[in-house]
């Protein structure tokens, strides 16, 4: 099987979200009610997104803007989509040149998530903290492919011959975070996640970390 090559991508990124209302305010009934008329609807959306960079051997950019709405109590329905581009710089060693060999790549996806506050549960610090699960697919293109007479090396003595290969990967993430109100409007996020797919050819290394910024009306 192809070596997946994402994982030192996505290690830190920096999220700016946009809330349309304030956590303090307007607050939804318990877990075992119905949700309040329809007319408060865009009072519980939140949109935003994350910008994530990385430069050096590994050059890569992620932009991943999201949407969630908050159903019943604190509970989060979310959706967020995903568009990576990634530069690998003296990747490879081609043996028939002997040169090494840069490439790059575009990488797509989306995730759908679920997010609970404590905020309802606890009066202390700890109404701050959030459960968090996620499934993401995303979907990108390999430039070599996999071939024991290929005159192309990689990484663990893996041998590749010229051609393109898409490639497609699911993760299961789960953790939490923390939200640290700055003002009456602004709050920084702090994510730690983990990957239960987190097998040989994983695009992510665990833990999983985001830190996030975010500004409420």
């Given at each position: 099987?192809t070596?997946?090559?994402?994982?030192p991508?996505?290690?830190?990124?920096?999220?700016?979200?946009?809330?349309?209302?304030?956590?303090?305010?307007?607050?939804l009934?318990?877990?075992?009610?119905?949700?309040?008329?329809?007319?408060?609807?865009?009072?519980?959306?939140?949109?935003?997104?994350?910008?994530?960079?990385?430069?050096?051997?590994?050059?890569?950019?992620?932009?991943?803007?999201?949407?969630?709405?908050?159903?019943?109590?604190?509970l989060?329905?979310?959706?967020?989509?995903?568009?990576?581009?990634?530069?690998?710089?003296?990747?490879?060693?081609?043996?028939?040149?002997?040169?090494?060999?840069?490439?790059?790549?575009?990488?797509?996806?989306?995730?759908?998530?679920?997010?609970?506050?404590?905020?309802?549960?606890?009066?202390?610090?700890?109404?701050?903290?959030f459960?968090?699960?996620?499934?993401?697919?995303?979907?990108?293109?390999w430039?070599?492919?996999?071939?024991?007479?290929?005159?192309?090396?990689?990484?663990?003595?893996?041998?590749?011959?010229?051609?393109?290969?898409?490639?497609?990967?699911?993760?299961?993430?789960?953790?939490?975070g923390?939200?640290?109100p700055?003002?009456?409007?602004?709050?920084?996020?702090?994510?730690?996640?983990?990957n239960?797919?987190?097998?040989?050819?994983?695009?992510y290394t665990?833990?999983?970390?985001?830190?996030?910024?975010g500004?409420?009306f």
């Amino acid at each position: 099987m192809t070596r997946i090559v994402l994982k030192p991508l996505l290690f830190l990124s920096l999220s700016l979200a946009v809330f349309s209302q304030s956590y303090a305010q307007d607050t939804l009934p318990s877990l075992s009610a119905k949700p309040r008329n329809p007319d408060n609807f865009w009072k519980r959306v939140t949109v935003g997104g994350n910008l994530g960079f990385q430069f050096g051997s590994v050059t890569g950019i992620t932009v991943a803007p999201e949407a969630r709405v908050r159903t019943i109590d604190q509970l989060y329905v979310g959706v967020r989509f995903t568009y990576q581009y990634i530069h690998y710089k003296n990747y490879l060693y081609d043996l028939k040149s002997q040169n090494y060999l840069s490439f790059q790549s575009n990488v797509f996806g989306g995730s759908l998530y679920l997010r609970y506050y404590l905020s309802s549960l606890f009066e202390n610090s700890l109404r701050n903290v959030f459960a968090h699960v996620e499934y993401e697919y995303l979907v990108y293109e390999w430039p070599y492919i996999q071939d024991v007479n290929g005159n192309i090396q990689g990484a663990g003595n893996t041998y590749y011959s010229k051609g393109n290969e898409v490639i497609r990967f699911n993760s299961f993430f789960i953790g939490g975070g923390y939200r640290q109100p700055v003002s009456s409007h602004f709050s920084m996020e702090f994510l730690l996640l983990f990957n239960l797919n987190d097998t040989y050819n994983s695009p992510y290394t665990n833990p999983i970390f985001r830190l996030g910024v975010g500004y409420g009306f």
